[in-house]
């Protein structure tokens, strides 16, 4: 009897780099490092022509162009060929009247989707479920987001994340729950004893106690 | 092959990026001054240089002489 090691692809980690790949896609081959110098939303759906997969496409391509003014590009995945997805743009296109304004891979071969753990045998050993990696321009993880195959994605979350991932880096800040751009952002809590009595002291800033203290950017 | 077609003719995007690298310039450059992805761009180029369409001069691209011939043909 021969044993052949069973090997699970290690699965991206938040703050860790992002599987590399080369991918055939309805814009040509891309890899991901094609995407560095701009964050990228890397979203996998189960199938083409299927209707929640639609309303969540034609919903992505709405906010595309708030994604390009925060400098996201999107990238969608499904286990189906170029010719498929080239297919169902195109039906959308005439169906709907909107035209999908990014990449999708043809994963057929399931490299992409395994490296990405986009595949959840309990719901579905054929399609991948509705994942969302949100990579930054350095290439690292930032988020991810799972969502089963009976639920569409929303895409006001999808933007206050990335939102908030931004205000994040630029500012050193953490955003509280239900946070929206132009609400009061979470500072730091201090490291030292003084510098928590400081805090307490300090203009412009709203402390409800030293640990917890928010302010307005 | 998303710029050299099977009958062996130029893309649309093949087009586009070897007549934004008429002269050098980098990838960079022409995505913040077209409306051409700076992503499609860094796809493409690879596809061009390897089938010797464009080439690499210090940390530009230009197109080359069999680009501007291909280039110069009529459209598929």
Wanted: charged share 25%; with cysteine; aromatic share 8%.
């Amino acid at each position: 009897m021969t044993t052949e090691a069973i090997t699970t692809p290690s699965l991206p980690r938040l703050g860790s780099p992002a599987p590399s790949f080369e991918a055939e896609t309805t814009f040509g081959p891309l890899r991901l490092e094609d995407f560095k110098g701009s964050w990228l939303i890397l979203f996998s759906h189960p199938a083409d022509f299927t209707p929640v997969c639609t309303t969540e496409f034609l919903a992505f391509a709405a906010i595309a162009p708030e994604l390009k003014k925060r400098k996201v590009e999107l990238l969608g995945l499904s286990i189906d060929s170029t010719y498929s997805h080239i297919a169902w743009v195109r039906n959308i296109e005439e169906k709907f009247k909107v035209k999908i304004p990014f990449p999708i891979i043809a994963d057929l071969n399931k490299e992409v989707a395994t490296a990405f753990g986009m595949i959840m045998p309990g719901e579905s050993k054929t399609e991948t479920s509705r994942c969302v990696f949100v990579i930054d321009d350095k290439g690292i993880v930032r988020a991810m987001v799972y969502y089963p195959l009976t639920t569409g994605r929303n895409m006001d979350e999808l933007l206050r994340l990335v939102d908030a991932l931004q205000t994040a880096d630029r500012h050193g800040v953490a955003t509280p729950a239900n946070w929206r751009p132009g609400d009061k952002v979470i500072m730091p809590a201090p490291k030292t004893a003084e510098d928590a009595a400081a805090r307490m002291q300090a203009k412009g800033v709203e402390c409800t106690d030293w640990y917890f203290c928010k302010k307005a950017l | 092959m998303a710029c050299i077609s099977a009958d062996g003719t130029l893309t649309v995007q093949a087009r586009l990026v070897l007549t934004a690298f008429q002269s050098p310039r980098t990838p960079e450059d022409v995505a913040a001054t077209t409306d051409i992805a700076l992503f499609r761009i860094r796809g493409s180029l690879r596809e061009l240089v390897t089938a010797g369409l464009i080439e690499q001069v210090g940390d530009g691209y230009r197109i080359t002489v069999a680009g501007r011939q291909q280039l110069a043909a009529p459209a598929a």
